[in-house]
């Protein structure tokens, strides 16, 4: 994306929803009382530089989805201090001098500076997401709230993607977990980061709403035993699709195709007598969703009622000029069911001559995850959609990604974090970030480099190596190179910055970047780990650094 003129860059950038629980008191303590002692010190205004990474990809696997950058920056661009929250803060550190709060009247991002990894990009552990510039005073408070926003973010994404990895492009997946997610942001946030990382719709209509993704439902179990006979239909007329003819009793006609259901011969052996309660509540849906009627077909028994009783009306709304979408199966041997769902469909279209309807859409939920999905592919299935829930949105298979924000530089001068475990070293200094791929178009290593050190080129040779580990290093000759870090935040500099993407874009940007991963890197089962590495020379400077910092021991 080329970066276009910034102009009134807040205005545009508070375009679209901003989420109210995000404010500058989203903070930990810590934030505060640092803040407060950069203050006193007189360091408040230092520049500073720090790092958004992570240190390990989640889920077993070897890569990431990053998401929240546009929060982050709508964050930015509303970040300011209330008088009441200001209060607040000087409540909380006693014997803070009045002074400090004048300085937190002052505070804002008008020169915090934001380079990162465009939104829906596929990311490494190391490599920072986002480069945060600025004041040390404010940077600070940006923190915990860029954590919190990217995090789970980028966990949920992640592992939306992978769940679109194991059930294949072909088939629809259909987010359904806002009543397991943990509380309303929660679930607005699941669903968004959700459809980002692949999926196609959501059941959660705020999130519609707000961020624009398809919305996809049907009925409950409950829906389906509220009725008890035709009675309870007051209104039976149902006119067909084109408005030229009228169907004065829509019942009467379902009962007539069951009636013929029951009796052909090929159909015989699946059912007897169906339940009529669920068979008025089929009838009832279908009037008032005439052009969107799919049923949940598990309420009393599937392949002896729900599935017959579904073609019945499916067949009624055939005669009408409508096209039935399918059923859905939320309990029960899912494998088995949609495989004699679907050949009970097949034989309907053979047997009634109805062209098309063996290939009646078959939705699968009931606790979904990663691994039932792969196991109904090894068994195989008949399922076309599957709906996912409490396994999806609530990462249930890992709690958080992990993402930290570290100080890399304070006033030109290169900062280094130790710590005896080497995953937890960070990398110095204000660096870029590049991607490297290879002759067949994959992308090969991402390596990081100081900021003044001379960008890889196209067709020379490169020597990249793990920035902890001396032995592993490998001469690169890239036939792409791709810079990772763009400014999508220049304060109130009229500089050029990146715009920020429609929901719609970061979505296509996540699902053309995986799909031009490497396959062993994407695989469930001991994927291949994707390389990231630093040049030569910053190589030689983290550990210059680390020997410098690190204390010498005494023996007595």
Known sequence: MEPK??????????????????TPLLNDLYQFTMAYAYWKAGKQNERSVFDLYFRKNP????????????????????????????????????????????????????????????????????????????????????????????????????????????????????????????????????????????????????????????????HSHAFVSSFMSTDEIVD???????????????????????TKIQYSPSLRGFFSETNQSELVAFISYALAFPKAFLALVDTYDVMK??????????????????????????????????????????????????????????????DLNEETIDALNKQGHEVDAFGIGTYLVTCYAQAALGCVFKLVEINTQPRIKLSEDVTKVSIPCKKRSYRLYGKEGYPLVDIMTGENEPPPKVGERLLCRHPFNESKRAYVVPQRVEELLKCYWRGSSDEAREELPPLKEIRDRCIKQLE????????????????????????????????????????Q
Not at 236 to 258: E, M
Not at 310 to 336: E, H, P, Q
Request: charged letters at 20%; one cysteine or more.
């Open 5 to 22: 003129e910034n102009g009134n860059q807040l205005g545009r950038v508070m375009e679209g929803p901003t989420n109210p629980m995000v």
């Open 305 to 366: 009622s729900g599935v017959p009783n579904f073609c019945a009306v499916a067949l009624a709304l055939n005669d009408l000029g409508y096209k039935a979408l399918g059923i859905r199966l939320d309990s029960g041997d899912l494998a088995y069911l949609s495989t004699e769902a679907r050949r009970f469909f097949c034989a309907v279209e053979r047997e009634l001559k109805v062209p098309g309807f063996g290939k009646m859409v078959v939705t699968a939920s009931n």
């Open 236 to 258: 039976k007329v149902l006119k067909s699709a084109d408005g030229k003819t009228t169907c004065d009793d829509f019942a009467s006609l379902v009962q007539t195709w069951l």
């Open 516 to 555: 031009n991963m490497r396959p062993d890197h994407m695989r469930r089962l001991n994927p291949t780990p994707y390389k990231v590495s630093v040049s030569a020379k910053l190589y030689d400077f983290i550990h210059f650094l680390w020997l410098n910092e690190a204390p010498v021991g005494e023996l």
């Open 59 to 218: 889920f077993g696997g070897e890569y990431t989805v990053f998401a929240g950058l546009d929060e982050c920056i709508k964050f930015l661009a509303s970040f300011k201090l209330t008088h009441q929250e200001i209060d607040y803060v000087r409540d909380s550190l006693p014997g803070s001098e009045e002074a400090f709060c004048d300085y937190l009247r002052g505070l804002d991002c008008s020169d915090v500076e934001v380079y990162a990894i465009p939104e829906g990009s596929v990311v490494f552990p190391k490599v920072p997401l986002m480069r945060v510039e600025g004041p040390v005073g404010v940077v600070q408070l940006l923190e915990t709230p860029f954590l919190n926003l990217v995090n789970f973010a980028s966990l949920v994404a992640t592992n939306a993607a992978r769940h679109r990895f194991v059930a294949g492009k072909s088939k629809s997946l259909l987010e359904f977990g806002a009543r397991r997610a943990q509380g309303p942001d929660g679930a607005i946030s699941a669903s968004k980061y959700c459809y980002l990382g692949g999926f196609d719709a959501t059941s959660n209509v705020a999130a519609g709403k707000l961020f624009g993704i398809p919305l996809r439902g049907t």
